[in-house]
C-alpha cells in the first residue's frame, strides 16, 4: 500500500474496527465456543449463512452515512415517524438484556484477570465496571478506548488465531465431524432455541447495524476528512470479515477441545470467563494465560464500552428527532439525553443481571433471541434506504439478491421460532 493510501486508509480507519470488537464479543467467545463444545461442527452452516446473509445489512449502516451524509435513523424518520418510532421501540427493548449479557461476560473475564473470585461478588464486580464505562464515556474518552481497541484486536487476533492452528495441529479429542443434524431444526428440539440465539448475533444483532452509521459519521468527524463511499465500505469490509472469519475458530477450539469429553462449559459467567481461558491455555500452553487473559478482558472491556456508547448515542439522536419543535433533530440538551440513557442503561442491565443471578446462558440465549427476532424489520428498513440513493451509490446486482436471500432466511426463522414461543 503506498504511503499516501495508508495515510487515507488511517483516516477512516476505526468504525469497522469497533464493529469487530462488538461483533468478537458475546457471539464469538460464548456463543461460537458453546456451539463447538456442544454440538461439534453440526451447526458450522448456521454461522457461515449467518455471517453472509446478515452482511448486506450491517454494510448498509456505513453505506448510507457516506453517501447520505446522515445516520440510518435519520433515514428511518424519513421513512415515516411510525418506523422511528419503532425502532425507539426496538432499542428500548433490547438494550437493557444485551448490555446485560455483555457485561455479564466482560465481568467474568475481569474476575479472572484480577483473581477477584472470593473476594468481591461478580455482581459487585458488573456495577464497578459499568461505573468505568460510563465514566469513560462522560469525561469524553472514548478516542483512547477506539485507539487501545486496534491494539488488543490485534493481540486477541494473533492469539486465536496461534490457538486455532495449534489446535488443529494436536487433533480433536473426540469425532465432532458431523457437519449437519436435520433434528436440531425440528421445533421441539431442546436446542432449536439455542440454534435461533446462536444466530441472533452471529456476528451481532441487526439493529445495531445502525451504530455503523453514527460511527462513520462521528470518525469523518473527528478526524476531518470526507472519506469517499469506496473508502468507507473497504474499512468496513475489513472488520467484518475478519469477525466473520474468526467465528469458526472460536468453534473449532469448543469442538476440539471439549465436545465428546466429559468436560462442561460453565453457567456462570466468572467460571465460564476461566473455562474459555482454559481453552487458550491448554491449547497454546500455561505461560499465556495473562497474555489470553488481558486480551479476552480488553477486547469484551472495548465491547461493554461500544455497547454504552451505541446505545446512548442511537437513543440520542431518536430523542431528538422525535421532538416536534425540532424536525432536524437539533437540540441543545443533546449532551444531557446522552448522560441519562448511558445512567438508564447501566441501572436497567444491573437490574436484569440480578434477576438471571449466575445463569449466564439463560440471559445470553434470551438477548440474542430477541435480537433475532426483529432482525427483519430493520433489515428490510435498511435494504429500502439504500435503494433509495443515488443510483451510483446503491448496492450492486449481486448485494441486492443477498439481501432478499437475507430477508428470507431472517423472516422465516424468525417466523418460526414465534410459533415455537406461541404453540
Same mark, same amino acid.
Given at each position: 500500500?503506498k504511503?499516501q493510501s !495508508?495515510?487515507?486508509?488511517?483516516k477512516?480507519? @476505526?468504525?469497522? &474496527? *469497533?464493529?469487530?470488537?462488538?461483533?468478537i464479543?458475546? /457471539?464469538? %467467545?460464548v456463543?461460537?465456543?458453546?456451539?463447538?463444545a456442544?454440538?461439534?461442527?453440526?451447526l458450522?452452516?448456521?454461522?457461515?449463512?449467518?455471517n453472509?446473509?446478515?452482511?448486506?445489512?450491517?454494510?448498509?449502516?456505513s453505506?448510507?452515512?457516506?453517501?447520505?451524509?446522515q445516520?440510518?435513523?435519520?433515514?428511518?424518520?424519513?421513512?415515516?415517524?411510525?418506523?422511528?418510532?419503532?425502532?425507539?421501540?426496538i432499542?428500548?427493548?433490547t438494550?437493557?438484556?444485551?448490555?446485560?449479557?455483555?457485561?455479564?461476560?466482560?465481568?467474568?473475564f475481569?474476575?479472572?484477570?484480577?483473581?477477584l473470585?472470593?473476594?468481591?461478588?461478580?455482581?459487585v464486580t458488573t456495577?464497578?465496571?459499568?461505573?468505568?464505562?460510563?465514566?469513560?464515556l462522560?469525561i469524553?474518552?472514548?478516542?483512547? !478506548?477506539?485507539r487501545l481497541?486496534?491494539?488488543? @484486536?490485534?493481540? &486477541? *487476533?494473533?492469539s486465536?488465531?496461534?490457538?486455532?492452528? /495449534?489446535? %488443529?495441529?494436536?487433533?480433536?479429542?473426540?469425532?465432532?465431524?458431523?457437519?449437519?443434524?436435520?433434528?436440531?431444526?425440528?421445533?421441539?428440539?431442546?436446542s432449536?432455541?439455542?440454534l435461533?440465539?446462536?444466530m441472533?448475533?452471529?456476528?451481532?444483532?441487526?439493529?445495531?447495524?445502525?451504530?455503523?452509521?453514527?460511527?462513520?459519521?462521528?470518525?469523518r468527524?473527528e478526524s476531518?476528512y470526507?472519506s469517499?463511499?469506496?473508502?468507507?465500505?473497504?474499512?468496513?469490509?475489513?472488520?467484518?470479515?475478519?469477525?466473520a472469519?474468526?467465528?469458526?475458530?472460536f468453534?473449532?477450539?469448543?469442538a476440539?477441545?471439549?465436545?465428546?469429553?466429559?468436560k462442561?462449559?460453565?453457567?456462570?459467567?466468572?467460571?465460564?470467563?476461566?473455562?474459555?481461558?482454559?481453552?487458550?491455555?491448554?491449547?497454546?500452553?500455561?505461560?499465556?494465560?495473562?497474555?489470553?487473559?488481558?486480551?479476552?478482558?480488553s477486547?469484551?472491556?472495548?465491547?461493554?464500552?461500544?455497547?454504552?456508547?451505541?446505545?446512548a448515542?442511537?437513543?440520542?439522536?431518536?430523542?431528538q428527532?422525535?421532538?416536534?419543535?425540532?424536525s432536524?433533530?437539533?437540540?441543545?440538551?443533546?449532551?444531557?439525553?446522552?448522560?441519562?440513557?448511558?445512567?438508564v442503561v447501566?441501572?436497567?442491565?444491573?437490574?436484569?443481571?440480578?434477576?438471571?443471578g449466575n445463569?449466564?446462558?439463560?440471559?445470553?440465549?434470551?438477548?440474542?433471541?430477541?435480537?433475532?427476532?426483529?432482525a427483519?424489520?430493520?433489515?428490510?428498513?435498511n435494504?429500502k434506504l439504500?435503494m433509495g440513493?443515488?443510483?451510483?451509490?446503491?448496492?450492486?446486482?449481486?448485494?441486492?439478491?443477498?439481501?432478499r436471500?437475507?430477508?428470507?432466511?431472517?423472516?422465516?426463522?424468525s417466523?418460526?421460532y414465534?410459533?415455537?414461543?406461541?404453540?
Amino acid at each position: 500500500m503506498k504511503a499516501q493510501s !495508508l495515510r487515507i486508509f488511517l483516516k477512516t480507519l @476505526g468504525p469497522g &474496527l *469497533l464493529f469487530a470488537s462488538t461483533a468478537i464479543g458475546v /457471539s464469538h %467467545l460464548v456463543q461460537s465456543t458453546r456451539a463447538g463444545a456442544d454440538y461439534g461442527f453440526a451447526l458450522l452452516w448456521a454461522v457461515i449463512l449467518a455471517n453472509v446473509l446478515k452482511f448486506p445489512f450491517f454494510e448498509y449502516g456505513s453505506r448510507y452515512a457516506a453517501s447520505a451524509q446522515q445516520s440510518l435513523i435519520d433515514g428511518y424518520r424519513d421513512l415515516g415517524k411510525g418506523m422511528l418510532l419503532l425502532y425507539g421501540l426496538i432499542t428500548l427493548g433490547t438494550m437493557f438484556f444485551v448490555t446485560a449479557a455483555v457485561g455479564a461476560v466482560t465481568a467474568g473475564f475481569l474476575h479472572q484477570l484480577f483473581g477477584l473470585q472470593g473476594i468481591i461478588s461478580i455482581k459487585v464486580t458488573t456495577f464497578l465496571l459499568f461505573a468505568t464505562c460510563m465514566l469513560i464515556l462522560l469525561i469524553g474518552h472514548y478516542k483512547a !478506548l477506539d485507539r487501545l481497541i486496534k491494539i488488543v @484486536g490485534s493481540i &486477541l *487476533l494473533t492469539s486465536t488465531l496461534l490457538a486455532f492452528f /495449534s489446535t %488443529l495441529g494436536r487433533g480433536p479429542a473426540a469425532d465432532p465431524f458431523q457437519w449437519f443434524d436435520a433434528s436440531i431444526l425440528e421445533i421441539s428440539n431442546p436446542s432449536f432455541p439455542f440454534l435461533i440465539a446462536l444466530m441472533g448475533w452471529m456476528p451481532t444483532a441487526v439493529d445495531l447495524s445502525a451504530w455503523n452509521s453514527l460511527w462513520t459519521l462521528a470518525r469523518r468527524k473527528e478526524s476531518g476528512y470526507q472519506s469517499s463511499l469506496k473508502e468507507v465500505l473497504r474499512e468496513f469490509n475489513i472488520g467484518y470479515w475478519i469477525s466473520a472469519l474468526l467465528a469458526p475458530c472460536f468453534m473449532l477450539l469448543g469442538a476440539y477441545l471439549v465436545f465428546g469429553t466429559d468436560k462442561v462449559l460453565a453457567q456462570g459467567s466468572a467460571a465460564f470467563a476461566g473455562d474459555i481461558i482454559n481453552l487458550y491455555t491448554e491449547s497454546i500452553g500455561d505461560w499465556s494465560r495473562w497474555v489470553i487473559s488481558a486480551a479476552a478482558f480488553s477486547i469484551m472491556f472495548g465491547t461493554c464500552i461500544a455497547v454504552f456508547d451505541g446505545y446512548a448515542r442511537s437513543a440520542q439522536r431518536v430523542w431528538q428527532l422525535v421532538r416536534p419543535q425540532n424536525s432536524k433533530g437539533e437540540e441543545s440538551s443533546g449532551n444531557s439525553t446522552f448522560q441519562i440513557v448511558l445512567i438508564v442503561v447501566g441501572l436497567g442491565a444491573l437490574l436484569v443481571i440480578n434477576q438471571f443471578g449466575n445463569s449466564l446462558r439463560s440471559l445470553v440465549d434470551l438477548a440474542t433471541a430477541i435480537s433475532f427476532l426483529v432482525a427483519p424489520i430493520i433489515a428490510f428498513a435498511n435494504f429500502k434506504l439504500v435503494m433509495g440513493l443515488r443510483p451510483e451509490d446503491r448496492p450492486g446486482l449481486a448485494m441486492r439478491w443477498l439481501s432478499r436471500l437475507g430477508l428470507v432466511f431472517l423472516s422465516g426463522f424468525s417466523l418460526v421460532y414465534l410459533y415455537a414461543l406461541i404453540f
